[in-house]
Every structure is written in structure tokens, then in C-alpha cells.
């Protein structure tokens, strides 16, 4: 304590060094220290372990306080087991606290560390931003560390990065963050894991380049929880923001793959299912160029829903991104694939086997959010998949449920595979590639173009009625309103049943005020051979306006006695006006 004259304070071993100790309290603590630099080398025989084995709920291996700023640490090996609440500001492996000071701790950098549990004792969370309001802790640097096992089997504080008051700015790139061994849920109420965490409207932050699951730093195996043996619920997030509005986040070029889990979650309310890789829970981001699952092959996330409650109604989807909230954010440049969702509980099937899954899930109000350029399902057939077959529990590529006008622009959505006879109809289909119900009476409608929609399919063999739609949407309902469906391509959406309830359809129009129908591609039924029902545009309300569309019925039915049509309405067709299109029945 007392004042110091110095420039800068270089710390470094000369060969292998271990400072360790076990305190409920802080190992390493840097008190309104500026320019310290802490540089483990990790070269020459030279290395640097730093560990607090304490697992008190105060326990810090690094902790910065009282304006430490411009301070780097750097090629250590950080071993820590503190367990502090998330509403704390001590009780993680690295903690950048609160200040007394003027401005918070700033401009501190964490590089190239290896940052994991003492022992066999996991931290509840390996990095914390707590700082003090007005002395924000601002320009955080977390830099190509390797971050690994923590977890809290019984409660909602489990964070690889927990940023939760009073920072902004932060930098989180190059990071690995990932699970040695499998871990086990051993406590009930939905048990929230969060590998990034940022919170409390936070804003400014670059999440960039960073790999979330798996089982080491190599990026193999699969990060594993589990919920034996008794069946607990859990909900993934791999990087979750409750953001502001000050400055718009960045989240790109992100990778969360590598994931087994298995949970009972099964919640009505949007934002509480098992798994989101990305969500948005409100204010400012861009989230782009991310990759939830593979881009090149299928298997690499794992939902396994035990729900035995018997719960009803249609539960929330989980989904590759989750975004909702008032601003207007953007979506794109995407990938989302080799997912499965199925069902290993021990309930009855078709009345507990119900979690949808959406790769993008939409409950943003924002004016202007688009979802634009994003693959979702890569080139690897049937690389989404669900075995749910309780109705109402489908696999969407798109899924938009809130009063917003939204751009869906340029999407590829393809080979979504539901394998079991999910009987949901109309918006409930048991695959749909886009479904937008984000009508509204008092906002303009949405607006889904130049989409390539393709390989959908239902593959169960049997009697019940199932559909496969490639767009279903709803108009908004104000007077004068509308909503545009233009320049798609849709083809190759197949479905086995052979019950003559079943369908395939193109472009399902639900509702609402008006539509207009330009320049779409539909081609579908080839190789359908159950005499089901086939619609390339299916009319139900609203008043439609189709022009210059190219409709393509194929198929040869042996059995069954389904209908085909190009053009089809459910109900009369006083509200419809056709021109200029293509329509080809063969």
C-alpha cells in the first residue's frame, strides 16, 4: 500500500515455478496496480503455475481492484476452485472486481493461459467481470486462453466467462472452451450452463473466434452432461447476452460444437428449452459468420430430452441462435448443422417426446432485424434431425414468433429430417423451412426472398397424417399491411406416409391481410409415390396476389387418393388474383 514510483513491473520465472496456497480470499491480488505484467513464458524450460486449491466462496486465484488497469498476464497455468455466487464479485478463477478508485479496472489483458480447476474440485466460473457502477470495468482483454472444467451440478451459476455488472468493451477472441470429463446434474428446476455470459445490458463487447464444447483443446470429443440417474433438467447456452444499446455487440466467426446433453427441460416459456448455441435476449448485436454444430458433417450436437412429467401443450423450441427483444439486430452469414434432437426418457411416446427445434428462433419486436445469408442444415443429408413425435414438436430452419417486421433474405435451409410420424399440422407441420407467424396489427409485414429451401423430409413409413411445408407464413392483420414472398426456391420436400391426409406443400399462406406471391420456384413430389395431398401454393385466408411464379407438380402416385395442385385454396377464392405465373401438373 502507500505510493510507488515505477514505470512498470515485469514478473517472469527462471525455470519451472509454482506459487500456490489455499485461501478464501485472493491468491494473487492486483490493488490499483497499473503496467504489471505477469509473463509465464512457457519457453525454455521457463513456466509459471499459479494455484489456489481453496473452494471457499471467495477463493481467487487473480484478482484485479481499485483501478488496476494496463496490466497482462500472460502463458500461465491458472488453477482455481473458487465457488462465489453469480451476484458476487469475488469466487472465480480470475476476477476483474470492484473499485474505490475513479475509473475501474481498464484495459487488462489475459493471454495464451491455461485456465482450469485445482484438483477435481470444479470452479463454478473460471472468469468474472463484477465492476462498480460509474467505475466500469472497460476494454477487458481475453486472448487464446484454454478454459476448461467448471461447472455447479446444483445450481444457476456455472460460466466459462461471467460478465455480469458494470463492464464494458470487453474483447473475448481466440478462446477454448471445453470439458475434460463428463459432468452430472444433481439438482432439479432447470439448471441454467453458460459458457460466455455477458449480462445486465452490458455494451461494446467483440466475441470473436472463439471455440465452445468438445473435449480438449484440439476440438474432438464431446463436451457431456448428463441428468443420472435422476432426471433433471438442464438449459445450454453457449454464449448468452443481455446486452444494451449504447454500442452494438459483435459476435463472429464463433464455433459451438462438441455437445451431448441430456435433459428434462420441457418449458412453454421462449428462451427456457435444453439448448441455444447463440442467444440475444435483448439490446445491440450483429451476429455473424458463426458456426453452431458442423458445416461439413452431422453428429456434432446432441439434445436428448428425458422429460417424464407429461407436461402439455407445444414446449419452446431450442435452436442454434435465439434472439428476442426490441432492438433491431442482424442475423447473418450463419451455419448451423449436424444437430439431432431425440428423445431417450421413459414416457410415453407421442405425449412426452415433445422439444421443436428451430435453427434460427425469432421472437424479436425489433422494426428492421434481418436474418440474412445463413446455411442452415450443411450438404450432408438429413443433417438436422428429430425424432420427436409428440405434435408441435417440429424441426424448422426458421422460426419467427414475434410482432416484428423481419427480412429473411438469402438463407439456405436444407436436408431437415424428421424420422418419426409427428402428426402437427398447418404451422405445426412436423418440418417446415421457414415459418414465419410474426403478423402484427399495427407493423408492416415481413419480407422472405431469394431463400433456397430444400431436401425437407418426413422419412417415417406410416398411417398417420403428417405435412412437410417449405414456407408457411401468416400477413399481418392493420389495414393496408402486407406481406412480400418473392425470388424462392423450393424443391425436393418429401414425405412417406401413406395416409391421403398427408402433404407436401411449397408456400403455405395462413392468414392476415395481404400477400404478394413474385417470381418463386416450386418443384416438388418428385419421387412421391403415396397418393398424398401435393400443393405447390395452398391458399387458406387473406387476400393473395400471385404473379409471375414457376410451379412444378411431380410424382407418381401407385396407391392412395390424394390430390395434386399447383394453385390450391382451402377456402373460396374471392380474395385472389393469379397472373403471368407457370403452372406444370404432370
Known amino acids: 500500500s502507500g505510493s510507488a514510483s515505477y514505470s512498470r513491473i515485469i514478473v517472469s520465472p527462471s525455470g519451472s515455478r509454482t506459487v500456490s496456497g489455499s485461501f478464501n480470499g ?14 509465464g513464458l512457457n519457453s525454455g524450460g521457463n513456466s509459471l503455475i499459479l494455484e489456489n486449491t481453496s473452494s471457499g466462496d471467495s477463493a481467487t486465484v487473480v484478482r484485479y481492484e481499485n483501478d488496476a488497469s494496463n496490466n497482462r498476464l500472460s502463458n500461465c497455468t491458472i488453477k482455481g476452485s473458487g465457488r462465489g455466487t453469480v451476484t458476487s464479485s469475488h469466487g472465480a478463477v480470475i476476477c476483474y472486481g470492484l473499485s474505490t478508485g475513479t475509473t475501474g479496472n481498464d484495459n487488462d489483458t489475459l493471454s495464451n493461459c491455461d485456465v482450469g480447476p485445482s484438483g477435481s474440485n470444479y470452479p463454478f466460473q473460471l472468469i468474472k467481470g463484477y465492476g462498480s457502477v460509474g467505475k466500469e470495468n472497460d476494454g477487458i482483454q481475453i486472448l487464446n486462453n484454454t478454459l476448461h472444467d467448471f461447472y455447479n451440478a446444483t445450481g444457476n451459476n456455472t460460466a466459462g466467462i461471467l460478465v455480469y455488472a458494470a463492464s464494458n468493451g470487453w474483447t473475448i477472441s481466440g478462446n477454448k472452451m471445453f470439458h475434460t470429463v463428463n459432468v452430472a446434474l444433481s439438482a432439479g428446476g432447470g439448471q441454467p450452463y453458460y459458457g460466455i455470459r455477458i449480462d445486465n445490458s452490458a455494451y461494446g463487447f ?82 455473424t459468420n458463426n458456426v453452431i454444430g458442423s458445416s461439413t458433417s452431422i453428429d456434432s450436437i446432441r439434445i436428448k ?113 424428421c424420422s418419426v410420424a409427428n402428426t402437427g399440422a398447418l404451422m405445426n407441420a412436423s418440418v417446415i423451412g421457414i415459418r414465419d407467424t410474426s403478423y402484427s396489427s399495427v407493423l408492416p409485414g ?119 395442385y399447383c394453385l390450391y385454396g382451402t377456402s373460396t377464392f374471392l380474395n385472389l388474383e393469379s397472373k403471368n405465373n407457370i403452372f406444370v401438373n404432370e
Open 206 to 287: 467483440s466475441i470473436t473466434n472463439n471455440r465452445i464444447g468438445y473435449a480438449n483443446s484440439s476440438g474432438t470429443g464431446y463436451t457431456t452432461i448428463t441428468n443420472t440417474p435422476s432426471n433433471y433438467a438442464l438449459e445450454y447456452k453457449g454464449i448468452y447476452l443481455n446486452l444494451g444499446t449504447a454500442v452494438a455487440t459483435t459476435v463472429s466467426g464463433n464455433r459451438i460444437g462438441g455437445i451431448d446433453i441430456s435433459s428434462s427441460r420441457a418449458s412453454a416459456t421462449l428462451g427456457s428449452a435444453i439448448f441455444y448455441g447463440i442467444t440475444l435476449v435483448g439490446g445491440r448485436a450483429d451476429i
Open 305 to 417: 430430452s428425458t422429460n417424464n412429467s407429461g407436461a402439455t401443450g407445444i414446449f419452446s423450441p431450442c435452436a442454434g441462435i435465439y434472439i428476442a427483444g426490441t432492438s433491431s439486430n442482424t442475423v447473418s452469414g450463419n451455419t448451423i448443422g449436424g444437430i439431432g434432437v431425440s428423445y431417450t426418457g421413459t414416457g410415453t411416446a407421442g405425449t412426452h417426446d415433445g422439444t421443436p427445434f428451430a435453427g434460427i428462433l425469432s421472437a424479436s419486436s425489433g422494426s428492421s432485424t434481418s436474418i440474412m445469408g445463413n446455411t442452415i442444415g450443411n450438404s450432408q443429408s438429413n443433417n438436422i434431425t428429430s425424432s420427436m413425435l409428440r405434435a408441435g414438436a417440429q424441426i424448422a430452419g426458421i422460426r419467427c414468433v414475434a410482432e416484428a417486421a423481419i427480412v429473411i433474405d438469402n438463407n439456405v435451409i436444407q436436408n431437415l429430417n
Open 446 to 564: 415481413s419480407t422472405l426472398k431469394r431463400n433456397t429451401i430444400s431436401n425437407l423430409t418426413n422419412t417415417a413409413s406410416t398411417l398417420s397424417s403428417v405435412t412437410v411445408t417449405g414456407i408457411f407464413a401468416a400477413a399481418p392483420t392493420g389495414a393496408g399491411a402486407s406481406s412480400t414472398i418473392e425470388r424462392n426456391w423450393i424443391y425436393s420436400l418429401s414425405c412417406n406416409s401413406t395416409n391421403n391426409g398427408s402433404a407436401v406443400i411449397g408456400i403455405y399462406l395462413y392468414a392476415g391481410n395481404t400477400f404478394y406471391i413474385y417470381n418463386n420456384m416450386v418443384s416438388i413430389g418428385s419421387g412421391i409415390s403415396n397418393g398424398i395431398l401435393i400443393a405447390g401454393i395452398m391458399h387458406k385466408a387473406g387476400i393473395v396476389k400471385v404473379y409471375y411464379n414457376s410451379i412444378r407438380i411431380l410424382g407418381a402416385p401407385t396407391s392412395g387418393t390424394g390430390s395434386s
Open 26 to 39: 485472493s491468491l494473487v491480488k492486483l490493488r490499483g496496480a497499473d503496467n504489471v505484467k505477469i509473463d
